[in-house]
Structure formats: structure tokens, C-alpha cells
């Protein structure tokens, strides 16, 4: 089992019981968030899940978020190992704007265990106009990465999986990314600049925001417009009876309308053309 052209599904360690129902999609799996990330692994594997599965420490968000320039820990990777994940992610700190220092200390240490994936967690300037240094510095390494994008301007989709992503993650498959994956809440989405501040439109974890294709968004489950939804949990309803729904179901329809996305994306001849169609609809829908 690999991750190849995989479109997973990022939930928090604490969702184990509803991930399952949520990475059923063939070309799917799991990334389970936080310090428990691997015993959740551990125990879907139990239950016996075969898609794939990582898992994200995710010390690199957060007010209390360590440099990029932290020790990587061995028994982060040895605990993944064990309990069955596809490949080790490493638990990297954050890389700030121009911190090359940062990056280049977590591809010197992730180069020490073979296959598996550096996280580089990266300012937004690393996306744009820092990119071909970027890429040309994962290139030397030769390391397998994965980016986490801290919020910032909209940037042209690299070849590089993704994880917390929002719709982000079909733009980085159709760029070449062996697999991306996408938060299941809104905080999963984000990589939020420290400090944070709330603004109106953010509330924490609980949050519900669902899925529009034609839009390509996702939108507070109150502030859904008209308009019904084909998919496989909605069966042709108005997509704002979500506002009344469970936030699994509302998460249900998520995966549901993103892997079909992700399916006519495998199915197109030229990705990339598909994907720049896709968003230029949405802007005008
Ligand atoms: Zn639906």
C-alpha cells in the first residue's frame, strides 16, 4: 500500500471512531493530528482499515510552536513505525520567513532515517516568491517532504504533498504531488499566523463548514446558499439542510464531494488545464 495519488483526509487524533467512515473512498486514507497521532493509527489498523495512515505531531502550529531549527525526535518515528503507519512523518517545527536555517537543519536531520517524509512547515513567502529556492533545496537533499502552507496570498500549486490543506490539495495533485490531505475543520485547514488573532469569521475547532463544488469553498454550515447536492450522503437535498445536521454528516458530505472531485481529477488527460478550468468556474459561479 502506498500514498500514490492519494487524497487523505486530516482529523484530529481524538475523531478516531468517525474517521474510518470518512476515508471509505478507494484513493483515500487518514492523518491523525497530534501527540496521540499514532496510537488513533494504532487502533484503526486494529479495526482493520488498509488504506493508508500517518500521522501529524503538528508542533509546528500553535502559540507555543517550536523553530524549525528543533531536535527531530527518533522516538516519534520509531512510535509511527510501530504502530502501522504508511511512513513516518517527522515532527518539525515551523520554518518562518527566510529561515533557511530551519529548512535546511530538518532536511540534515529527516536525511538520517530512510523513507521518511519531512514535514516543512512554511511561511507563505516560501510558496511564492521563495519557491525555486524552496524547491531547489528539497531537490538537493533528495528528501521525500510534505508542506504544511501557513496562511497568505494565493499561490501557484507546487509538486509537493500537502498536508492541513484546504481545496489546496486538488490544486498540489493536479500539479504532481504524490498526495495531499485536507483538514476535516476549519482549524485542520489552516496553518494560522502567530500570534493569532480571531477574527469575525473564525471560530475554533467546532465550527461547521461544508463542501460547495461549484464554489469550490467551504461555507459555514448558516451560511449555505440554495442549490442540492448529488452526493452520496445528501441524495439530491437542498445542500443547507446541513445546518441542521450532525458534523459528522456535514463531514461525510465533505469527503464525499472532494473525492469526486478527486476521481474526475485522476480521470483527466491534462491535470493541470482541468484544474485551472475548475478554479476559474468557481470564481465566476
Ligand atoms: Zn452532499
Redesign the pocket.
Known sequence: MDLHERLLVQVSARDVYDAVALAGHPGSGLVFTGQAGHDAVRMVRRRGYDGPLLADRRRYAGSARVRGTARLSPDWIADQVESGATAPLTDSGYIGKGDHEALHTILEQAAQWEDVIAVLPVHARWVAEDRTSLMRTVTDYGASVALVVEDGPPYRPLPFPLLSAGIECLGALAHGAAWAAVGVREVLRHLYPEPHEARGGWRRGGARSAFVPERLEFVPVERLGEGT?G?S??HGRPLRRLAEAGELEVNT?NA??LHRLHNRLLRSTHRERWWRELTESALTA
Do not use: F
Open positions: 447536492c452526493c450522503t445528501c458530505h464525499t464531494t
